[in-house]
C-alpha cells in the first residue's frame, strides 16, 4: 500500500489513468485503526488490478476536506482522476467495502 499525503496525492490519484482506492484515516480513529488490517487484505487480494493507498487526514486537513472527506472511516475509489463511489463511517464494513472493490476490479 502506498501512503498518501499533500506531496504525491495529485500524483498518484489526481493524475492516475486507472482504478485506485484511497482509504482515509485519522489519528486516534479507532475504526479507521479496527479496519486498516483487513484493507492491507483487500490490496494482497485485488491490488492486482487496483492500486491501493491510505491518506492520513490529521496529517493533511486541508486536502481531505478539499475531497469533501467529512468523516472517518472513509473508504474511495477513484476512476481516472474521479472520485466515483465512496463508503464513510458506519457504511464502511468489511462486507460493503469488499462488495464496493469487486464492482471496480475488471
Do not use: W
Not at 500524483?11 to 492516475?16: G, K, N, P, S, V
Not at 486516534?28 to 492491507?40: E, K, R, S, T
Not at 469533501?68 to 463511517?89: D, R, S
Amino acid at each position: 500500500m502506498l501512503d498518501l499525503g499533500k506531496e504525491n496525492f495529485e500524483a498518484e490519484i489526481l493524475q492516475f489513468q486507472g482504478t485506485a482506492l484511497v482509504d482515509y484515516y485519522g489519528d486516534g480513529c479507532v475504526p479507521c485503526a479496527a479496519l486498516m488490517p483487513f484493507i492491507h487484505e483487500m490490496a494482497e487480494k485485488y491490488g492486482d488490478k487496483i492500486k491501493f493507498t491510505s491518506f492520513n487526514t490529521t496529517a493533511a486537513r486541508r486536502l481531505a476536506i478539499s475531497q469533501k472527506i467529512l468523516g472517518l472511516p472513509t473508504i474511495a475509489v477513484y476512476q481516472n482522476g474521479a472520485k466515483v463511489e465512496e463508503l464513510i463511517k458506519e457504511d464502511a464494513t468489511r462486507e460493503n467495502i469488499e462488495a464496493m472493490i469487486k464492482k471496480y476490479y475488471v
